[in-house]
């Protein structure tokens, strides 16, 4: 257990967005380890009670606090948005780890209801948490939107025709982003920064025990994601705002 009061991230105050999942899990764990304040969200209510209950008893009694936001309703994001800032009094990250895969064996066989459903879930999220969120990161002297994003959306295969070109909206919507907080910081350079961090696929400690066999190559432990997410505060803001961080093998 980390002294969470003089950790690297002491006094922060950052969102998470999709904290219920492994790699939500991990993230909460790390940041509060790190001495930040954290708010997870997620619309299973079951699955982020118990990350937040694991974040908090890993960190040691760190505040962390968990809301079930439907991120697909832009006006609900707004107001979660509106009220970490009111309760904390600033917002100094939300990271994004709202996921979900679809494919098909091959181009041929694409179903249009798979984009449907990820241009949802992938893209609609990211425009909703950064629009809503985007105004008080630059508030703050060391703001970040972190995007999670596959190596697909740079090299997209044939069966992850919707999955990549979803992905790379969503790059393209953070790096706009980016642009913003470059332009806010004028000549003396941007003081927050929007980031993608890019996998090529997660692992975590489940998926380990069910193929206690694969090698899993070339993907990311979802604790690992969680280090690279809170270095990203250790970086200035100039080094990390509109570039892409591989954490897997450039296509």
Do not use: C
Request: glycine residues 10%; hydrophobic residues 45%; negative net charge.
């Amino acid at each position: 257990m980390g002294n969470a009061t003089n950790g690297p991230l002491s006094g922060a105050v950052i969102a998470v967005a999709g904290a219920g999942g492994p790699a939500g899990r991990a993230a909460l764990m790390r940041l509060a380890e790190a001495g930040a304040t954290v708010v997870g969200a997620d619309n299973d209510p079951q699955r982020l009670s118990e990350a937040v209950d694991a974040a908090r008893y890993a960190s040691g009694g760190a505040t962390v606090t968990g809301d079930t936001v439907d991120l697909l309703d832009l006006q609900s994001t707004r107001d979660w948005a509106a009220h970490i800032e009111k309760d904390f009094g600033r917002v100094d990250g939300l990271v994004h780890l709202v996921g979900g895969w679809r494919g098909s064996e091959t181009f041929t066989k694409t179903s249009l209801d798979d984009w449907d459903f990820l241009e949802l879930l992938l893209v609609k999220t990211v425009q909703h948490t950064s629009l809503a969120f985007h105004e008080a990161l630059q508030r703050s002297e060391r703001g970040r939107y972190v995007l999670i994003s596959a190596a697909g959306a740079s090299k997209p295969t044939a069966g992850n025709a919707a999955y990549s070109a979803a992905k790379a909206a969503a790059e393209a919507w953070t790096l706009a982003m980016a642009d913003y907080f470059r332009k806010a910081g004028g000549a003396e350079g941007p003081t927050s920064a929007a980031t993608i961090l890019v996998v090529k696929a997660l692992v975590h400690e489940a998926m380990r025990a069910e193929r206690p066999n694969a090698k899993f190559a070339g993907f990311t432990d979802v604790k690992d994601l969680a280090e690279a997410i809170e270095g990203v505060w250790s970086k200035p803001a100039a080094e990390v705002n509109g570039n892409r961080l591989w954490l897997t093998e450039k296509p």
